[in-house]
């Protein structure tokens, strides 16, 4: 189980971008947490979720580094994003 505490605002909000990769997963887990299974989400909408979830100003990188990891899918344009229902499962520790 991963600690992201230290990534965290008092409000639960994702405040640094961790430099190690199994923390970066844990982050994207917590964020793709934030995302309802089967519900499809454009990416305008894909954008305020990050957006309410995060500080640091970059929703580039939350956005692509859940896709990458196979946490959110999208079409090949990228106009549609859903989170998988079956994903691999990331532990982490938020403080709860």
């Known amino acids: 189980m991963t600690d992201i505490r230290n990534f965290l605002d008092k ?13 970066k997963k844990a982050v994207l887990q917590y964020l793709c947490d934030k ?5 499809i989400y454009s990416e305008p909408e894909v954008n305020a979720i990050i957006i309410e979830w ?8 939350l956005r ?4 990458d990891m196979g946490l959110l899918a ?3 344009n990228g ?7 079956n994903r ?9």
């Open 35 to 39: 995302f309802e299974p089967g519900r």
């Open 88 to 96: 691999t499962k990331v532990e982490y520790y938020d403080g709860e």
């Open 64 to 67: 692509r580094g859940m896709a």
């Open 74 to 76: 999208r079409t090949k």
């Open 11 to 23: 409000s639960g909000r994702i405040k640094i971008w961790p430099a190690k990769q199994e923390k």
């Open 79 to 85: 106009s549609q994003y859903w989170r998988e229902k």
């Open 54 to 61: 995060h500080t640091f100003n970059d929703l580039f990188i």
